[in-house]
């Protein structure tokens, strides 16, 4: 059973949007259409990517990797770096836990985890990877 992930925008011109996820293993959050959490109709919304970051929910952990030119944040810090070229798969990827804030462009999301084994809800790590 996945976790289940709620997305709160707390600051910014969609502040008070939110949506909850219950059976995604993989959350796309930017402007486009395709994506499943949209930042797009205002002005600041040009500082979102078309995809501006992946969230992976897996049975034991949540995590964040940025695709964005612009950079993910995550309580204040840069996620990580986009692979530098296309068809690439290596990039950086930083577990959330309930609480976080991600910034994507001029929004601030909270971030709501629920239904994570109690000892990987903690963990808050960086990690990287290849695949």
Not at 66 to 75: A, M, P, Y
Request: hydrophobic share 35%; aromatic share 6%.
């Amino acid at each position: 059973m996945l976790p289940r992930v709620t997305l709160t925008v707390v600051e910014g011109a969609h502040s008070g949007e939110g949506r909850t996820f219950t059976d995604r293993a993989a959350i796309t959050v930017g402007r486009s259409e395709e994506c499943d959490f949209r930042l797009r109709g205002q002005l600041e919304d040009l500082l979102v990517s078309r995809c501006h970051c992946l969230i992976a929910v897996r049975p034991d952990r949540v995590e964040v990797s940025d695709q964005s030119r612009n950079g993910t944040f995550l309580n204040g810090r840069r996620v990580g770096f986009r692979p530098a070229s296309p068809g690439s798969s290596t990039a950086f990827r930083r577990r959330l836990r309930d609480g976080d804030q991600l910034r994507v462009g001029a929004s601030l999301l909270q971030v709501r985890v629920e239904g994570l084994p109690a000892e990987e809800a903690a963990a808050t790590e960086v990690e990287f990877y290849s695949g």
